[in-house]
């Protein structure tokens, strides 16, 4: 099933639904997010995050109403790190070096590193006086083990998880489905394999 059906689907079983959207990029996912939120005639809350300023006039541009958007990346720890951004390609940039991602997507302007700020997803949860996520989109490019690391209290509240990860060295360092899946807190099941776009239901928190 495609993932914004079952996205619409999730979203619509909620009585007040909660969406928390990491890698927002230029916010052409973060609109796809956003229709079914005000569709449910009910509240709702979308927070996005993104990093790279290249994307945050492209994102402000498309002026989505209501939706919370931080210009952080999400990590293990809050405080400055070092991110390599894509340039004019709005979709790669990533706290880890890119590798094989070097060679699969030469044509990628990779740019050199530069510091950004980063919270956490603890962090977002308890300053946003978040009690649950309902969905969580993350699409950080090689960093879901930071996402996850700095995340346990929140992701044990959080019903479902679309994650893209990759299995080869895309970038240095990241983890493959099966070892993101043993970090989740709590009993999690997948429920769709997309090519490397996967979706977590967690049996804990239904």
């Known amino acids: 099933?495609?993932?914004?059906?079952r996205y619409r689907q999730i979203i619509h079983g909620t009585t007040k639904p909660v969406v928390v959207e990491i890698g927002a990029a230029?916010?052409?996912?973060?609109?796809?997010?956003?229709?079914?939120?005000?569709?449910?005639?009910?509240?709702?809350?979308?927070?996005?995050?993104?990093?790279?300023?290249g994307n945050f006039a492209a994102f402000k541009k498309r002026d989505i109403q209501g939706v919370e958007f931080f210009e952080l990346a999400v990590s293990d720890q809050c405080g400055p790190a070092k991110f390599t951004g894509s340039g004019t390609w709005p979709y790669s940039g990533s706290l880890k070096e890119p590798v094989n991602h070097r060679v699969s997507h030469s044509w990628i302007p990779f740019q050199p590193p530069v510091e950004v700020m980063c919270t956490t997803l603890d962090s977002i949860f308890s300053s946003c006086r978040l009690d649950?996520?309902?969905?969580?989109?993350?699409?950080?490019q090689g960093a879901e083990d930071l996402v996850v690391a700095g995340g346990q209290t929140a992701l044990a509240r959080t019903r479902w998880i679309w994650v893209e990860i990759y299995e080869s060295e895309e970038y240095a360092g990241h983890i493959g489905r099966e070892e993101f899946q043993r970090r989740l807190p709590g009993n999690w099941e997948v429920v769709?394999?997309?090519?490397t776009d996967i979706l977590f239901h967690n049996l804990d928190f239904p």
């Open 132 to 140: 649950h996520i309902d969905f969580l989109w993350c699409d950080v």
């Open 1 to 5: 099933m495609d993932i914004f059906t």
């Open 26 to 53: 230029d916010g052409q996912d973060t609109e796809r997010l956003h229709l079914p939120l005000v569709n449910t005639g009910r509240e709702w809350r979308l927070l996005a995050f993104e990093c790279e300023k």
């Open 192 to 195: 769709e394999i997309q090519s």
